[in-house]
């Protein structure tokens, strides 16, 4: 059974810092690139960070670019976001996600595999 858990969302400040995590299990995660995407209420769901299999390449949206890191660590099957002067339009359902291909995509649906969301609230 492939399971996706996150964590480490939750309330902060304008101005503050959350480091999310994703662990990967039923899967060899180092087969895996991984991906974190946000959905805010009424909008669609939208690409954050993208990491590869060996964690040498990242890419951010434009939006997060400067403030956003993700991260990777293959022996414990686990993918980071450290999330760096946060903004109350950051505030979303957070998840992270699987790509098996070994082709390059931001769109939600080349991934295979999705965690449940972790909530992040940035209060102004």
């Known amino acids: 059974q492939v399971q996706l858990v996150e964590s480490g969302g939750g309330l902060v400040q304008a101005g503050g810092s959350l480091r999310l995590s994703c662990t990967l299990s039923g899967r060899t995660f180092s087969s895996h690139a991984m991906g974190w995407f946000r959905q805010a209420p009424g909008k669609e769901r939208e690409f954050v960070a993208r990491?590869?299999?060996?964690?040498?390449?990242?890419y951010y949206a434009n939006s997060v670019k400067g403030r956003f890191t993700i991260s990777r660590d293959n022996a414990k099957n686990t993918v980071y976001l450290q999330m760096n002067s946060l903004k109350p339009e950051d505030t979303a359902v957070y998840y992270c996600?699987?790509?098996?291909?070994?082709?390059?995509?931001?769109?939600?649906?080349?991934?295979?595999?999705w965690g449940q969301g972790t909530q992040v609230t940035v209060s102004s």
């Open positions: 996600a699987a790509d098996s291909s070994m082709l390059l995509s931001f769109d939600s649906g080349r991934y295979d595999y």
């Open positions: 990491i590869n299999r060996s964690g040498t390449y990242t």
